[in-house]
């Protein structure tokens, strides 16, 4: 278990169900699909961006205390979910003074709001907590990042552990994958470039968890619901390297195969480490969650087909 840490637990109160939902980072991809995940389950939700103007967000800047401290009040929700993160992990190798004041200094921001409001808190961090050497890796298992992002989401899961003891769910989850309102992950652009006759280089040598974003979504509005705390991984159940995922891609959506081209990380000439045999396991949240199954890979691929053929198109389309 990681030093600042308490075990997760079950039975805590949960959420003040009168009070809205504040979803900050509503425009990027899990923000987004927890917004319909709580809206579908008759949550009031209250929705914010910062670099998108998307109809019904407000704009909200993290780096900001004074503006999160304001929202926060006027609003008084009885939960927070922290979906907002630069998430480029080169970006953030190469830039950290941008990054830092988004992904640390921003997440203390928002803990800090929450606990003065009252409200649980729900953070996103990810599988880079971890060298990559010995996964998939358990919620007791010692971080070790070995790229500035691994090194920005652990201390900010520090972070909400110390202000929020009683009311913080850190949901740890890696390569998740939906329908977008910017083709930004991973299964999209591998839609978009196939599709485009593009060529695309992915390595074979990276594991991890895919993760359907609907259905990350839906289990974390349960862990809520049933007021569950502590440090949960919540990823899809299927432990597979990139490549051998972009192949499955390929066959759920029709895409050509001979122009996914598989190649090792070093190759790629990337800025930042990257963990190479991570992924998580889910256990703990399988052992909890009542109504919402973690999907396999093939599945979620599956279902993310299926809604691109929706009326709503999923946020996205097929």
Known sequence: MSQHEAPASQGQAPADRDRPVLVIGASG?????????????????????????VPGCARLDIRSREQVMDLVGRTQPGEILLAAACT?????ELS???SRPVNVAGTGHVAEAAAVCGARLTYFSTDYVFDGRAGPYREEDSPHPVSEY???KLEAEGIVARLLPERHLIVRTTV????????RNFVVR?????RAGRRMKVPSDQFGSPTYAPNLAAAVEELNELGATGLFNVTGTTIIDRFSFALLAADVFGLAPRLIEPVTTGQLNQAALRPLRA???VQRAEGVLKRTRLLPAREGLEAMRQAGRSKDGGLGGA
């Open 29 to 53: 991809l899990v923000g987004e699909h927890l917004s319909r995940a709580y809206g579908s389950r008759g949550a009031r939700v209250i929705r914010t961006s910062h670099s998108q103007d």
């Open 279 to 281: 992924g998580l396991t």
């Open 88 to 92: 480029n992990v080169d970006q953030c």
């Open 96 to 98: 950290p003074g941008i």
């Open 176 to 183: 998740v994958f939906g329908w977008e309102r910017r083709p």
């Open 150 to 152: 691994g090194r920005q």
């Open 190 to 194: 591998l839609i978009e470039s196939n």
